[in-house]
């Protein structure tokens, strides 16, 4: 039976975003390979190791399902370095008003979405960030988002870091807050989780988040968290 290796590698991320943001639902590996992106037989081979560490279960009708949800999502955190997986740009604004500075987001045409200490003061706030983190789809959209937000690269000392992502499934899910996009509360998580600035510490109040919207969607109508 074909494996992965290594089911935090990017590729592989992208069926646990799916699985952890929609616990109550039961896939088939087809539906579950066309959500996140990813070949059928890739996807057979990730969600065998995720059998294998007792994260999944086969029910009826040959489909899948999440069943401890909690465990796969604390150690995808533990195992995710977001200071080292992302490439950062990094930018300053005159803006020093933290909450300001979140706001001009909404006026933003390109894909983005806040992540890290910003995205979370928005989502559960507890640590109010000095600085806002947001993942782009790429060098010519932070270029463009740059000139929209009239941010100017800077080497150091910025107090906006555009990201380019580790892979482009971190954007499954975004949400709008206030009309600022976020990422999911699932990414969010891992992305705090070892943020060094103090990302354990706000990524606590968003699991309980996390868990709360959980309770009444696991399979079979009993939790697990």
């Not at 992208?14 to 896939?27: D, H, M």
């Not at 909690?70 to 195992?79: D, E, M, N, T």
Request: glycine letters at 10%; a positive charge; proline letters at 4%.
């Amino acid at each position: 039976m074909r494996v992965t290796k290594n089911i935090f590698e990017p590729k592989a991320s992208r069926a646990l975003r799916v699985l952890l943001s929609n616990p109550g639902k039961a896939w088939t590996l087809r539906e579950l390979a066309t959500e996140s992106g990813t070949s059928l037989g890739y996807t057979h081979a990730v969600c065998a190791s995720l059998t294998i560490g007792g994260y999944l279960a086969r029910g009826g009708a040959n489909r899948i399902g999440v069943v401890d949800p909690l465990g796969l999502l604390r150690r995808w955190a533990a195992y995710h370095q977001y200071s080292s997986a992302n490439r950062f740009l990094a930018y300053y604004s005159f803006e020093k008003e933290i909450d300001t500075l979140i706001a001009g987001f909404r006026k933003a045409s390109d894909r983005y979405a806040l992540t890290g200490l910003s995205g979370a003061w928005l989502v559960a706030p507890h640590v109010r960030p000095v600085s806002v983190d947001a993942y782009v789809g790429g060098e010519e959209q932070a270029d463009s988002l740059a000139e929209q937000l009239r941010i100017n690269p800077t080497p150091k000392n910025g107090n906006v870091r555009l990201l380019l992502p580790y892979d482009a499934g971190v954007f499954y899910g975004a949400q709008d807050i206030s009309g600022v996009k976020v990422i999911s509360n699932v990414q969010l998580y891992v992305d705090l989780y070892n943020n060094p600035a103090r990302g354990e510490e706000a990524s606590q109040p968003l699991l309980e988040l996390i868990r709360s919207s959980w309770s009444k969607e696991l399979l079979g109508g009993s939790s697990n968290v």
